[in-house]
């Protein structure tokens, strides 16, 4: 089946720092790409779709600044966290649907990301 | 109110039980709905699909009322390895955009 990858698998970063996290999919073209947070004893929460060539849709309340996604090619998109403080500390995880006549979604395995 | 709401639980039950978990939503334009289940730390992962006419697969029986907007699932002879987050899960209008539930947590003793 259809696989997505996320990497790194966890980070741990100094506050005031950056860190990138990659949504790839293995298998399969991806335009649209989904973002999400996850922070704990709680649901996911969807930040932002990412569209291959053109600009992320950010949800309410999602800083764009902050979280810059880049849909770089068609198997590969990238969530930078910008100027991370402690509660940026989530689960951040990824999904893509395989068509664009489906509603499936295959997640990525997650990124785990504490900010000291 | 939330888009997606479910039984807050946690539900503890003994193996070979039969446990529902109930699911409803707000918003009418919805078109899919899923189970999704997440064990702690990892990935959610498909548990099914959720169709009009009621789907079963396995020990696992979803229904979808679209009149009244709810879904449940059903778990019949509960396995130890049933124990997660159960999370149900609904698409926004006619986008691909997931709505996800609180989830549910289920925990099956020996």
Not at chain 1, 1 to 27: F, M, N, Y
Not at chain 1, 62 to 86: C, G, M, R, Y
Request: aromatic content about 12%; charged content about 20%; proline content about 5%.
């Amino acid at each position: 089946g259809a696989v997505v990858s996320q990497h790194p698998s966890w980070v741990i970063c100094k506050s005031g720092t950056s860190v990138k996290i990659e949504c790839r999919s293995l298998d399969f073209q991806a335009t649209t790409m989904f973002w999400y947070r996850q922070f704990p004893k709680q649901s996911l929460m969807l930040m932002a779709t990412s569209n291959e060539g053109s600009k992320a849709t950010y949800e309410q309340g999602v800083e764009k600044d902050k979280f810059l996604i880049n849909h770089a090619s068609l198997t590969l998109s990238t969530l930078t966290v910008t100027s991370a403080h402690p509660e940026d500390s989530s689960f951040y995880i990824c999904s893509a649907p395989p068509g664009v006549a489906t509603y499936e979604q295959y997640f990525g395995p997650g990124t785990r990301l504490t900010v000291t | 109110r939330k888009e997606v709401e479910q039984d807050p639980g946690p539900f503890n039950v003994p193996e070979g039980a039969t446990v529902a978990f109930n699911c409803t939503y707000s918003n009418s334009a919805s078109q899919s709905f899923f189970w999704y289940r997440q064990d702690c730390r990892k990935e959610p992962k498909l548990l099914m699909s959720v169709y009009s006419s009621g789907n079963e697969d396995g020990r696992f029986t979803a229904q979808l009322n679209r009149a009244s907007q709810y879904i449940s699932l059903l778990i019949r002879d509960s396995k130890l390895s049933d124990s997660a987050t159960y999370l149900c899960v609904v698409n926004r209008d006619y986008g691909q955009n997931f709505v996800f539930g609180p989830g549910t947590r289920l925990s099956v003793l020996p």
